[in-house]
Each structure stands twice: as structure tokens, then as C-alpha cells.
């Protein structure tokens, strides 16, 4: 067995005997239902080598993890105008906050908050909408199967009232140009994709390899992109939580509220986790502390030196 593989089992095994596990995102109505007691992890190194463990092959909502994906598509087909309408500064606020929106005239502070990820779906919804996110994903992962969960996207559009409003308030500043009626169903169903921590390991492989293809080297984007789509990750992953994520784990990483987190470790590896119970904050209480376990055994921390 190699270090890796021994480190990751090794922190299953932890996490397995843990008793604090948060509480798992009841708001949503088919999410409260989750069992808090899985736990999944999934490695994918910079060989293509596969380490899991636990529940790694058990598909669970991603949620917003979805951003990164969604942020990739705009990028591609719209370019820079992304950033006309979404800033790239972390929000110091909760995920679904209105506060900053209505200090800075509707446009919201980066892609990773929720009025952020709006602003960015409205850009999608009126060329490809869902299916370009779903195939976007795929062929990250190389996995036809990945697919959305009609249940939690139903769940989501019968109580995301607070989404709704931020659109609306958005769309009151021209921030959103569609009908908000159009986005909504492509946010709802984006959060709803349904992956195991394998599947999105593996789907994080680019990110890994500076934007190029795992397997053909071709660029999937551009280097200069990769580079800025980590550095959002590491300083508005995480919500309000982002930066003390930094300071715990120091990998960019981008977590949903169905308790996954993907992370990367430039060069080295794509990393997922999973597990329900979430922090005050929303984020995967224990997936936190196994990449903090992971990051400090491995050495992966970004701002350790190169040996």
C-alpha cells in the first residue's frame, strides 16, 4: 500500500469514529434526509492513480460545487464579459446573503456566493442552460452517467424563496438580463447534479493539470484560467469560511451544502469529499477536517516551500 492510499484509509478510519458530525442542510427538503454518518473521500494524483475510501462511490448532491462547473461554461462561451456582472472578491457574508447586494448596486462580490452563481447562470441559461452544465461535466469526468436529481431540484424549486429574491433584486439593477423565471430552473438543477466523490475527483483533474486534459494534454482552458479559477476557489469557496479553510488546509476548494468539498492540490492532486453534516457556515464538517488531515500528511498545503 502505498503512503497515500495508507493516509486516506487512515483517515476514514478517523473519521468513522468521530461523533461531531454537524447537522445536514435541512432547508432543503430531500437533503434532510441524508444519513450524517457517511463519509467518502477520493484521490485522483497527478498519474491518474485512484485512491478512495469509505463512501466514495455513493452519489450525493453536490450543490454548490456546481459553481466552479457553471463558472467554467460562462467562461467559455462569454469570456471576460463574466466579469462585468460578478466581482471576484471574497463576501465575508453567509452564502445566501441580500446585505452586500443592496450596497453595491445589485452586482455580487464573486461566482461562489449565491447571487454570484445567479448572475453567472443567467449567462448560461440563455445559451445551453442545463444541458451545457450537465455535458460540461461529463466530459470533465468522463462520465456519460452523471445526471441530475429531479428530487432535490424539485425540493429546491419548492422552497428556494431566498434564491428567487436575490434574482429578483438582481434583475431590479440589470445585473441578471434574462427572465428570472429561465434561470432559476438551470440554478435549482445545476446544485441537483448527483456525483460520487470519484466522479468528481475525477472531474477536478484539470484544475490538477494547470487546464489541460488528464489524459491528451490538450488545454480544456486556458493556464491563465486555471490559475484564477483556484485562486477563487481558495478565497470564496467556502463563504464566510473560506478564509480560515485557507488557513486550516491551504488547497483551493470549493464546497456544497450537501457536504461534499472538492479541493486541488496544483500538480499533485484532485481530492473529494464527502460528508453530510455541515458546519454554521454550511460547509462539510468532517470532509474539512480530512482535507486538513490529508494536507498536512501529504504535504500538499500551498504555501508550504518546495522541497
Request: include cysteine; proline fraction near 5%.
Amino acid at each position: 500500500m502505498s503512503d497515500l492510499a495508507a493516509t486516506i484509509a487512515a483517515i476514514a478510519a478517523a473519521m468513522a469514529r468521530e461523533t461531531t458530525r454537524g447537522a445536514v442542510a435541512g432547508y432543503i427538503p430531500e437533503l434532510a434526509h441524508v444519513d450524517p454518518r457517511h463519509f467518502g473521500i477520493a484521490v485522483v494524483d497527478a498519474e491518474g492513480r485512484e485512491h478512495v475510501a469509505g463512501d466514495a462511490d455513493l452519489p450525493f448532491s453536490i450543490q454548490s460545487i456546481s459553481k466552479v462547473f457553471a463558472l467554467v461554461e460562462a467562461l467559455a462561451a462569454h469570456g471576460d464579459r463574466v466579469w462585468a456582472r460578478v466581482g471576484r472578491e471574497p463576501s465575508g457574508s453567509a452564502f445566501n446573503s441580500i446585505v452586500q447586494l443592496e450596497a453595491e448596486a445589485g452586482r455580487p462580490r464573486n461566482p461562489f456566493i449565491n447571487a454570484g452563481a445567479l448572475a453567472v447562470t443567467d449567462l448560461i441559461a440563455g445559451s445551453g442552460g442545463t444541458p451545457a452544465i450537465l455535458r460540461r461535466v461529463r466530459d470533465l469526468a468522463g462520465d456519460p452517467t452523471i445526471a441530475v436529481d429531479a428530487a432535490v431540484a424539485a425540493s429546491e424549486a419548492a422552497t428556494g424563496f431566498r434564491n428567487a429574491a436575490l434574482a429578483n433584486y438582481m434583475k431590479s439593477f440589470g445585473v441578471i438580463d434574462g427572465p428570472v423565471e429561465r434561470t432559476l430552473p438551470v440554478y435549482f438543477e445545476q446544485c441537483a447534479i448527483a456525483m460520487s466523490c470519484r466522479q468528481l475527483a475525477r472531474a477536478g483533474r484539470f484544475l490538477m493539470h494547470g487546464g489541460r486534459c488528464p489524459t491528451s494534454g490538450a488545454p480544456l482552458v486556458s493556464a491563465e484560467r486555471a490559475r484564477r479559477l483556484l485562486a477563487l476557489m481558495l478565497t470564496c469557496g467556502h463563504y464566510d469560511a473560506s478564509g480560515e479553510f485557507a488557513f486550516q488546509v491551504g488547497l483551493p476548494g470549493k464546497s456544497g451544502v450537501g457536504g461534499g468539498i472538492l479541493a486541488i492540490a496544483p500538480g499533485r492532486a484532485s481530492i473529494a469529499v464527502w460528508s453530510p453534516g455541515l458546519s454554521k457556515q454550511g460547509n462539510s464538517l468532517l470532509g474539512t477536517r480530512a482535507l486538513e488531515l490529508l494536507a498536512h500528511a501529504m504535504m500538499w498545503n500551498v504555501f508550504n516551500p518546495d522541497e
